[in-house]
């Protein structure tokens, strides 16, 4: 059996929704993916009983892949980090909620957060504002086997999430440890300041300083901008300042060797790119026929 699992984000819309998003990862000969339950920019979401969810599930077992490499990422809006604003906090918390609801009613149980921006009030009290949410909603939602994965943040704006060791004090804060989980993302690491170039140094920085038992995903996207630049600029495999080697060695550790893996990458002419970057960090034969 295939042990590298591997896809991309995929869209959710009419008329087949979740049912159209397994179809399209097929498509690019996938065995994982990504999608949102709805827009990501806003809150709006159309009833999840007409997603197709119980279709998509059928296909997904047909097609041997497991419910632990379908990911759900939650609307980008969320910020739970917010300490100047109570009314975005709450709304945040009641955002969240619902998405963990919606993942539950789906089948799934990873859903992938941005851990949200201090607004400038240092991040320290964002981070202790988040840990708030977190464990408001995670008792709100106790009945629940969703799994709520921190992303880790290129350190754009405001950004907290940034550091390992943040990401860590998060996981810390949490009360309900079976709930926390994390999601590397390789180009928000090295926009971040982290050299993915030295692979296994790295993999051990994140087991001591983490624990590699927290991590259940990962973003592979290149970056755009050289390592440190807190920019958070996607690139597609092998065209960015990581480079295919790095990006198809980290892909490829055997620490992660049971997690799945997502391309966030551009599109190029309008055209999703993900068919052939799945293929080629499979084979670990870099495409320079791409662009």
């Given at each position: 059996m295939d042990?590298?699992?591997?896809?991309?984000?995929?869209?959710?819309?009419?008329?087949?929704?979740?049912l159209g998003s397994v179809?399209?990862?097929?498509?690019?000969?996938?065995?994982?993916l990504m999608f949102y339950?709805?827009?990501?920019q806003n809150?709006?979401?159309?009833?999840?009983?007409?997603?197709?969810?119980?279709e998509a599930l059928a296909l997904l077992k047909e097609n041997n892949i497991s419910?632990?490499?379908?990911?759900?990422?939650?609307?980008?809006?969320?910020?739970l980090a917010n300490a100047v604003k109570p009314d975005i906090f709450?709304?945040?918390?009641?955002?969240?909620?619902?998405?963990?609801?919606?993942?539950?009613?789906?089948g799934y149980h990873k859903l992938v957060l941005h851990p949200g921006s201090h607004v400038n009030m240092g991040a320290d009290i964002g981070i202790s504002k988040l840990i708030e949410g977190l464990n408001k909603v995670i008792e709100e939602t106790k009945d629940s086997k969703v799994i709520i994965l921190i992303e880790t943040m290129a350190g754009k704006g405001s950004e907290i999430g940034i550091t390992l060791e943040q990401v860590r004090h998060i996981i810390d804060g949490v009360y309900?440890?079976?709930?926390?989980?994390?999601?590397?993302?390789?180009?928000?690491?090295?926009?971040?300041g982290y050299d993915l170039s030295d692979t296994d140094g790295m993999v051990q920085k994140i087991d001591e300083i983490i624990g590699l038992n927290y991590v259940m995903a990962i973003h592979i996207n290149d970056s755009k901008n050289p390592q440190g630049a807190h920019k958070d600029r996607h690139e597609n495999i092998g065209y960015g300042m990581i480079g295919f080697d790095t990006l198809s060695k980290f892909a490829h550790h055997k620490a992660f060797e049971n997690i799945p893996k997502i391309l966030e990458t551009p599109y190029i002419n309008e055209k999703a790119p993900?068919?052939?970057?799945?293929?080629?960090?499979r084979d670990n034969i870099f495409n320079n026929t791409l662009k």
């Open positions: 042990k590298f699992y591997i896809g991309s984000h995929v869209d959710n819309k009419a008329p087949n929704f979740v179809k399209e990862a097929l498509s690019y000969g996938a065995n994982a339950t709805g827009a990501p809150s709006y979401r159309r009833p999840v009983s007409e997603l197709k969810g119980e419910l632990d490499n379908v990911i759900v990422h939650a609307p980008y809006i969320i910020n709450d709304v945040s918390l009641r955002v969240l909620i619902d998405e963990i609801r919606r993942v539950d009613y789906l309900d440890k079976s709930r926390i989980g994390v999601c590397l993302d390789t180009c928000h690491l090295s926009d971040a993900y068919k052939e970057e799945i293929k080629a960090l």
